[in-house]
């Protein structure tokens, strides 16, 4: 028995070490677009999580260089795509596992590749509505601008979660940035809250003044996907954590080149949601945020 | 006219100070204000564009949304905003199609022109610049102007990254989305500079009059006084006295007015010690003995004492019309014109003149000529002295002397007489008994020798030879005496013979080593004249012997038809100056005397070391015009 015990620790330890020594001599080419905080975030948070050498490639930095060419050159054990941008690069790529994170929506442009997986900046809609009602329990009607090709999925998904919370949502389509202010005007006295959906199409640096202030004027605070907008005028905001999300998808390289998940693509949302709160705009707006969402989240001042 | 004014500037101080200042006040107040209104007019259009342009840019900024949603309503808030504003005529807003998209407007516009309104093609080429710059624009009309202001937008988004992150990198690049304008009102503009203008111009002619009454204050405060003390130094010009002028401050002015009383009042103690002095001179000139006349530097009399006119038998009235041509003598007048020009150079002289009295005869004048100078201008002062008494004694004296000098003459013409004539006894009567003597002793030794005793034979032969040897001594003696007294040689041979046996007969004698140079031809000179010669000739080598010291003796000889000279020269220590002139020198005296008496002159020269050379000149035609003039004197 012992002795037999003693043969499966040597096996372990072993074994240890063949995988040890396996990821020692692997390598990941992490492809972003810019340099910019949260995508350093989002990589550091893979590094802590997958112990593979990484490779930095850069695209703003790499003028007129081919990304895949590049790539191809290198032969990574893994691609690691920080961004949509990146990621539209190296989908080209087919016989390398490829792990995108800080994508919004990769469905837009992924049509079922088999080696790429990852963690999109999505958090779910029905966790949103409940940190939005845990802040502002009164609300009963939330509404939202979407277009249909940006972020229809997204309404939908939040139509799904607002039926299943039992709040009444007002979602209406946008064909193109001019309906913006007309559409949110026709809102007015008609929600409670106004969500703020990542939609390019609505948000614009003119419709988001706009909205700001139609906010303001109607004291209809305004849930947003990212502190930016908390700094800028919204209420509150249920955003992503770029180094959680890098933690994920390292995670999720772990278990690729440890063989076991290979070629069989996983997309999952953010798992880890961050609160911020603008007290000044919830001052200005005449609304009371309970102290327990507050002690959760960040306080923008 | 025109001269008349540049005269009066040019005489007037105060005239000429008060135009130089009025005109550089008008000058600074000109240029000042020209520069002020250029100035405040680029000011108050700048602010008026910079007004529009930013009410342009504001209006575009505030109609973005509206632009870019190309809704009216959105875009009615902010032009309503900016056509509140002062001075907007119309607003209006495009989109970048250059379509309108909203526009308001004052209904003054109506009444203004639109000179500046573009028609659709110049708009577009406008918008087409403001696309290319994408900065305003401004479009100056005559009564409006025209403010255009691109409207930016973001909205080239760079990517869903920047939905959610606030980094720089993920700005997005600006981009027209339309075009603000509003239309200003121009005649604000025309209406503020036209106001500054007028307050500038005003301002500007406040300043001038207040500059000319200044100046006019500050230039009379100058020139006041300076006038007064000009009247001063006028009165003082005329009337050689003036009050002191009062000094009442202490700057230039007050300073120019003490050095104005000191100097009247230096001027007055000067004028005091010059009017004494002139008294002095006056009482001088008047008043003294001796003849004073001023001449003009042309000859002519200017002013004249009592004695010179007294000396002339003039009045003074009558001698100051006279010139010195009135006054002259024909021979002194003939060297009036080069003692002047001696005199006006510079030269004080004393001479003689001779001067015509009033009743003709002339008069003799010893004259002291300076030149003076009086009131700037040049004057000969003559003071004379009447020598006629002088001349007279001089002429006395002259006489005397000549006398004299004849009567030397005389006498050594009697002496070489007597000498020759003792010569003569001596050497005939007793060199002729001596010889008969020697003879008679010659018989008396023939004589004897028939003595036979031998002693008393040779007793008395010896006696006799004895008495023969003396007797030739003394004949050599009385010959020797005879010569000296009168070489019979000179009158004999002449002067070259007698010069060269003395130059001989001294060599032998004094051991002095002696050269005769004779003239070329013979020459032909009278008895007096040789013995002369002859005489100082011989004193001549005494001089060498007694006081030269020389080794050496040099005799020239020469003559020619007008003169004669005999030059003798040694190498001893040389004459001393002193000794020329000194009254104890008879033996140079006697020489002299000897010469003069022939018309002739000696002249003794000696250099220390070198000797001394005695030049005797005689000139026989001189000697016989003096002879003449002594017949016709009688």
Not at chain 1, 50 to 79: F, H, Q, W, Y
Not at chain 2, 1 to 25: A, G
Not at chain 2, 454 to 473: C, F, Y
Not at chain 2, 493 to 520: C, H, M, N, T, Y
């Amino acid at each position: 028995m012992l002795r037999n015990l003693f043969r499966l620790l040597i096996f372990l330890i072993l074994l240890t070490l063949c995988q040890g020594s396996a990821w020692a001599g692997q390598e990941i080419v992490a492809v972003q677009s810019i340099r910019i905080q949260p995508y350093e975030d989002a990589v550091q948070g893979f590094e802590s999580a997958c112990g593979a050498k990484i490779k930095r490639l850069i695209i703003s930095e790499l003028k007129g260089t081919d990304i895949v060419e590049k790539i191809n050159e290198i032969r990574p054990d893994m691609i690691l795509a920080v961004g949509l941008d990146a990621l539209s690069r190296v989908i080209r790529i087919k016989d390398i596992p490829v792990i995108y994170l800080m994508v919004l929506h990769p469905q837009s442009i992924l049509s079922g590749e088999k080696n790429i997986s990852g963690v999109s900046m999505d958090i779910p809609q029905e966790k949103q509505l409940r940190t939005l009602l845990d802040a502002l329990p009164r609300t009963k009607t939330v509404g939202l601008l979407y277009a249909q090709e940006k972020t229809g999925r997204l309404a939908k998904k939040a139509r799904e979660a607002a039926r299943e919370i039992g709040i009444k949502l007002l979602a209406k389509e946008v064909h193109s940035t001019r309906d913006v202010p007309q559409s949110i005007q026709d809102m007015k006295g008609k929600i409670d809250v106004f969500w703020m959906l990542p939609d390019l199409t609505v948000i614009t640096p003119e419709t988001i003044e706009f909205v700001l202030l139609f906010s303001l004027e109607n004291k209809i605070p305004i849930l947003a996907f990212s502190e930016k907008y908390v700094e800028l005028g919204a209420l509150m905001s249920v955003g992503i954590d770029a180094f959680d999300i890098g933690i994920q998808a390292g995670e999720m390289a772990e278990k690729i080149l440890s063989g076991r998940d290979i070629m069989n693509a996983q997309h999952v949302d953010a798992r880890k949601a961050v609160i911020s709160i603008n007290l000044k705009v919830a001052k200005t707006l005449g609304i009371p945020i309970d102290e327990k969402i507050i002690r959760k989240a960040r306080i923008i001042n | 006219m025109r001269l008349n004014l540049l005269k009066v500037l040019n005489e007037n101080f105060r005239i000429k100070i008060f135009i130089t200042f009025v005109l550089l006040i008008f000058f600074i107040t000109v240029s000042f204000t020209s520069f002020f209104i250029y100035r405040q007019t680029k000011n108050l259009t700048d602010a008026l564009i910079k007004k529009g342009n930013l009410l342009a840019g504001v209006l575009a900024f505030n109609s973005r949304i509206g632009v870019f949603s190309e809704n009216k309503e959105l875009l009615d808030v902010a032009a309503e905003g900016i056509l509140q504003q002062e001075g907007v005529l119309e607003v209006s807003i495009f989109n970048l199609e250059g379509k309108l998209l909203k526009s308001k407007e004052r209904p003054e516009i109506r009444t203004l022109e639109k000179s500046i309104r573009r028609d659709e093609e110049s708009r577009r080429k406008t918008i087409e610049e403001i696309i290319e710059t994408v900065s305003p624009r401004c479009l100056v009309g005559n009564s409006v102007v025209e403010f255009w202001s691109p409207v930016i937008s973001d909205s080239d988004s760079y990517g869903e990254a920047s939905l959610f992150f606030k980094e720089d990198l993920l700005r997005r690049k600006a981009k027209v989305i339309g075009f603000a304008m509003i239309t200003e009102d121009r005649r604000t503009l025309d209406k503020e500079i036209n106001d500054l203008l007028v307050k500038t111009i005003f301002i500007g002619i406040t300043f001038l009059i207040i500059g000319f009454v200044i100046t006019y204050r500050v230039v009379k405060g100058i020139t006041k006084p300076l006038n007064k003390l000009i009247e001063s130094v006028k009165i003082f010009g005329t009337v050689g006295t003036v009050e002191k002028f009062p000094i009442e401050t202490e700057d230039e002015i007050g300073k120019l007015a003490m050095a104005f009383n000191d100097m009247a009042e230096s001027l007055k103690r000067r004028e005091g010690a010059l009017r004494e002095s002139e008294e002095r001179y006056r009482t001088l000139f008047t008043q003294a003995s001796e003849g004073i006349f001023i001449l003009s530097v042309d000859g002519k009399l200017v002013d004249v004492n009592e004695s010179s006119a007294r000396m002339h038998g003039y009045s003074t009235q009558e001698m100051r019309h006279m010139s010195l041509k009135d006054l002259d003598t024909p021979e002194t007048f003939q060297l009036v014109s080069e003692r002047m020009h001696r005199v006006l150079a510079g030269e004080a002289m004393t001479l003689e003149v001779k001067h015509c009295h009033k009743d003709g005869h002339v008069l003799p004048f010893e004259v002291s000529v300076s030149l003076i100078s009086y009131s700037g201008e040049s004057y000969v002062q003559c003071v004379h002295r009447d020598i006629t008494e002088r001349k007279r004694w001089e002429e006395m004296i002259q006489a005397s002397r000549e006398q004299m000098r004849a009567l030397a003459g005389r006498l050594q013409t009697v002496r070489e007489e007597e000498r020759t004539d003792i010569a003569r006894e001596i050497h005939d009567e007793l060199g002729g008994a001596l010889t008969g003597m020697k003879v008679d002793v010659s018989f008396l030794i023939k004589s004897a020798l028939k003595i036979e005793n031998e002693a008393a034979r040779t007793s008395l032969i010896a006696g006799m030879d004895s008495v023969t040897k003396s007797i030739d001594t003394t004949i050599h003696s009385v010959r020797r005496i005879a010569m000296e007294l009168r070489p019979g040689i000179l009158d004999d041979l002449g002067l070259v013979a007698a010069l060269e046996w003395q130059l001989k007969d001294f060599e032998k004698r004094s051991g002095i080593r002696s050269e005769f140079f004779p003239p070329v031809e013979d020459i032909s000179l009278d008895a007096d004249l040789s013995t002369a010669l002859f005489r100082i000739f011989q004193e001549a080598l005494t001089n060498v012997v007694r006081h030269s010291g020389a080794t050496a003796v040099r005799v020239r000889l020469r003559a020619d038809a007008d003169s004669s000279t005999l030059e003798v020269e040694d190498n001893g220590k040389g004459i001393e100056k002193e000794k020329l002139l000194s009254l104890e020198s008879l033996g140079l005296l006697g020489m002299r005397e000897r010469a003069q008496m022939f018309g002739g002159r000696i002249t003794v020269t000696g250099t220390p070391g070198i000797g001394t050379t005695v030049v005797v000149e005689i000139s026989p035609e001189k000697r016989q015009r003096d002879r003449d003039q002594e017949g016709a004197t009688g």
